[in-house]
């Protein structure tokens, strides 16, 4: 069976940290344009796939989830004006962390609650397609 929604984000969240690692012990602009392109295929995927469907009932949550991906598209822009300065790349890391706790804990056991597996197929497919969307945009 195809990686689910969650077998996903999951993935890419390993992704991301790791080019956070490598950019905090070696910065150089092909790492970061590789960790940009992931994170805003991965952000703008998320925004619709999960996040409308979870809206009507968790509407906090999702608001704040957002809230911290704008946080993240703000950050990488600074982190990329700046050249790589290491307070901004600090910044970034410790938002991301928190924000990837929150989504693998609080919000997928939320989600796993409220959909059926018909409904983890047509997200899994929907996230899929707007990642790779994004990816070949960028
Ligand atoms: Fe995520
Ligand atoms: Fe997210």
């Known amino acids: 069976m195809a990686e689910n929604i969650f077998e996903h984000?999951?993935?890419?969240?390993?992704?991301i940290v790791g080019l956070l690692e490598q950019l905090s012990s070696s910065y150089d602009r092909s790492t970061f344009d590789r960790l940009n392109t992931t994170l805003q295929?991965?952000?703008q995927a998320e925004?619709?796939?999960?996040?409308?469907?979870?809206?009507?009932?968790?509407s906090e949550m999702i608001e704040r989830a957002e809230k911290e991906h704008a946080h993240v598209r703000e950050l990488l822009k600074e982190l990329k004006a700046s050249g790589g300065d290491s307070s901004i790349l600090t910044r970034l890391t410790q938002t991301i962390d928190e924000h990837v706790r929150e989504e693998e804990g609080e919000m997928f056991a939320v989600a796993r609650g409220l959909f059926d597996q018909s409904k983890i197929e047509q997200m899994s497919?929907?996230?899929e397609e707007v990642d790779h969307r994004i990816t070949q945009q960028i």
């Open 9 to 15: 984000i999951e993935r890419e969240h390993r992704q």
């Open 41 to 43: 295929a991965h952000t």
């Open 47 to 58: 925004e619709e796939s999960l996040y409308p469907a979870m809206r009507s009932q968790e």
């Open 125 to 127: 497919e929907k996230f």
